[in-house]
């Protein structure tokens, strides 16, 4: 959205109000909660002069310099294009280029990016001509609504372009409410130029926005609704990709003891809630690095990079523990406990394979009771411990 902007008459730029002067003519463009008077004008909006190769002055006319605009918008769609769905960076620095050309179009235009901080706002980066780029605003009533069209704000942005400008908020709540774009002129503020820059802002927010929805849904495919653990899609990839590795991994495969039990007992919301708190355990035993799933039901599974079988039984030990003191009931009455299979990832191995033997050490811990850990060993079957 753009919040109102005034757009004053050249002779009076000084104070009253966020923009300073009094209000002049304009045409006014609706925006999302609130519009822009703006004004064609035949002055820095429209023809005037650029440098040739020689440094001669060449007249540029207002037809060329619609044009130029014009061109600005389309490359900045085309360029959006072709950036990868999630690349947030690409998108905005195709866009802080855009704005950039724009403002070199521009003759004494200037632009820049307020950023909310605890205080106030940081700035920058800064296009066009600013004596003075400070980092930040500090606001000293933080109480109050923060929001770029301030006349502290607006004080500080005409310190640092050295003379009174008329400057316009573009901003953008429901995709990234932390980020104004402030344009600014010491003139009056083009319909034209105003538009190519809403234009260009908008495609960046449009894709932006698309690249949060696809990060969104790709997350929401890699991730176990109930315990926001990795699901069995994601974690068979992350197999895969440790089995292209070198060095020591180990897999756990773990499957919990009497929760069915606990589930017809207590009812399907005990149940859940207490698969959220085994979740739970298994992130504070393992590492930032270790890979935690659910795969299904009450089984889970871990990726252990860089640990032998030694130690991963010493973890799956830790785990068995922490899940046989989970509350399960108010009355402190049931519990539950986990029967755990280890196996390393050996050099050649083979997904299958991997999965088969952790499931016949898992079986076999299962079998010998309840709170057991087995690590897979050649010739382990259910008749063997």
């Given amino acids: 959205m753009i919040t109102r902007a005034v757009v004053h008459d050249h002779g009076d730029l000084g104070g009253g109000g966020p923009f300073g002067g009094g209000a002049g003519r304009g045409i006014n463009l609706p925006g999302r909660g609130g519009d822009v008077a703006a004004k064609r004008t035949g002055g820095f909006g429209g023809a005037g002069f650029e440098h040739d190769g020689c440094g001669a002055r060449v007249a540029v006319t207002a037809a060329e310099t619609s044009a130029r605009r014009a061109m600005l918008v389309c490359r900045i769609g085309a360029e959006l294009l072709d950036c990868p769905d999630t690349d947030a960076s690409r998108m905005r620095q195709a866009g802080w280029t855009a704005m950039r050309d724009l403002v070199e179009e521009t003759p004494r235009l200037r632009a820049v990016r307020l950023a909310v901080t605890a205080d106030g706002f940081g700035l920058g980066p800064w296009l066009g001509d600013f004596p003075r780029r400070p980092a930040s605003i500090v606001l000293p009533d933080r109480s109050t609504s923060l929001s ?215 079986k076999m811990a299962k079998g010998r009771g309840r709170g057991q850990v087995q690590v897979w060993r050649p010739g382990l079957s259910p008749t063997t411990s």
């Fill in 148 to 362: 770029a069209d301030l006349p502290a704000v607006h004080d500080v942005l005409n310190s640092a372009a050295g003379e009174p400008c008329t400057w316009l908020m573009i901003h953008y709540p429901h995709v990234a409410p932390e980020v104004t774009m402030a344009l600014g002129h010491p003139g009056e503020l083009d319909l034209e130029v105003v538009l190519t820059a809403r234009s260009i802002l908008n495609q960046v927010m449009l894709a932006y926005r698309t690249s949060l929805l696809h990060e969104e849904l790709h997350e929401l495919s890699v991730t176990d609704a109930l315990t926001q653990l990795a699901n069995r899609q994601s974690f068979t990839e992350d197999l895969h990709a440790a089995l292209d590795r070198t060095g020591d991994a180990a897999l756990l495969l773990l499957d919990l003891d009497d929760f069915t039990a606990v589930n017809d007992a207590c009812g399907q919301a005990v149940g859940d809630a207490l698969l959220v708190r085994v979740a739970d355990a298994l992130r504070e035993i393992v590492r930032g690095s270790d890979v935690v799933a659910r795969l299904g039901g009450d089984e889970f599974a871990v990726l252990l990079p860089g640990i032998d079988t030694e130690a991963a039984f010493r973890i799956a030990e830790r785990t068995v523990f922490a899940v046989s003191t989970l509350p399960v009931d108010a009355a402190g009455e049931l519990s539950i406990g986990a029967g755990i299979g280890v196996v390393g990832v050996e050099p050649g191995i083979d997904l299958q394979t991997l999965l088969m033997r952790a499931d016949q050490a898992m």
